[in-house]
């Protein structure tokens, strides 16, 4: 499969960047990841700023930028940190070594597996996914070089589902949700401390959008779970 994620940024006359990302999978073809710039004048254009041939399978999660310029996307393998709008990436792996697991029992069997990221800026971000099918969230306030682990755990002891699957801060740096596969969290602080607003097992959300900080809506693409 060949994947593409695509960064699209509109000028218009108020000269405010918005960066979209895309993602399409072509059958019967090599795997690629690639990152396209497209500027909107009287005429689209669009142009590659990035492509990983060396880690064909290095798929692309999340694009989280805090400037025009400047932030973090979450590749499958690593973190990627740009400061040239995704033209180059520093390396910010997550491995044993750099990772604070704050009294956790980890299962580090398969490490660390990413889902997405959250920039609020240079230094400070937030990445979710799991280990080992248990939910989690990593903090950063180093600029990815060292995380600390600050949620791990899942609603049934018993039962392994997925991970964090979907992040979001509506309007402010402080206020943000999470969800997994049986809950909706919440956070007050920027991610520091997270409490379950809503327990709804097997309903495997993995999607958020919100109008504000109080209006958010969770969906789950799992036909089963009928959310």
Same mark, same amino acid.
């Given at each position: 499969?060949?994947?593409?994620?695509i960064?699209?940024?509109?000028?218009?006359?108020? *000269?405010?960047?918005?960066?979209?990302? @895309?993602t399409l999978? $072509?059958?019967?073809? =090599?795997?690629?990841v690639?990152? =396209?710039l497209?500027?909107?004048?009287t005429?689209a254009? $669009?142009?590659?700023?990035y492509?990983d041939?060396?880690?064909?399978?290095n798929?692309?999660?999340?694009i989280?930028?805090y400037?025009?310029?400047?932030g973090?996307?979450?590749?499958?393998d690593?973190i990627?940190?740009t400061?040239d709008?995704?033209?180059?990436?520093?390396?910010k792996p997550?491995?044993i070594? &750099?990772? &604070?697991?704050?009294? *956790?029992?980890v299962n580090l069997?398969f490490?660390f597996? %990413?889902?997405? +990221?959250?920039?609020?800026n240079r230094?400070?971000?937030l990445?979710?996914g799991?280990y080992? @099918?248990?939910?989690?969230?990593?903090?950063? %306030?180093d600029?990815?070089?060292?995380f600390? @682990?600050?949620l791990?755990?899942r609603?049934?002891? $018993? +039962?392994?589902n997925?991970g964090?699957?979907?992040m979001?801060?509506p309007?402010s740096n402080n %206020?943000g949700?999470?969800?997994?596969?049986?809950?909706i969290?919440?956070t007050?602080?920027?991610? =520091?401390n997270?409490?379950?607003?809503l327990?709804?097992p &097997?309903? *495997?959300?993995?999607? @958020?959008?919100?109008?504000d900080?109080n209006?958010v %809506?969770a969906g789950?693409?799992?036909?089963?779970a &009928?959310?």
């Open positions: 499969s060949k994947d593409f994620i960064i699209l940024t509109a000028i218009a006359i108020t *000269y405010r960047l918005v960066v979209f990302s @895309l999978f $072509m059958k019967n073809s =090599l795997s690629t690639a990152l =396209l497209c500027f909107f004048f005429n254009q $669009m142009r590659q700023v492509l041939n060396t880690s064909p399978d798929e692309i999660y999340k989280s930028f400037s025009p310029g400047a973090y996307v979450a590749f499958q690593w990627g940190y400061l709008s995704g033209h180059t990436f520093e390396k997550i491995t070594s &750099n990772v &604070n697991f704050n009294g *956790y029992p069997t490490g597996t %990413i889902a997405g +990221v959250k920039a609020f230094n400070t971000l990445v979710w799991h080992g @099918l248990v939910p989690a969230i990593l903090r950063s %306030i600029g990815g070089s060292t600390k @682990l600050v791990h755990y609603y049934d002891p $018993m +039962v392994f997925t964090i699957t979907d979001i801060f309007q %206020i949700y999470a969800v997994d596969a049986d809950r969290l919440k007050t602080d920027q991610g =520091l997270w409490s379950p607003i327990i709804s &097997n309903s *495997y959300f993995d999607f @958020l959008e919100a109008t900080d209006n %809506i789950s693409r799992y036909y089963a &009928n959310k």
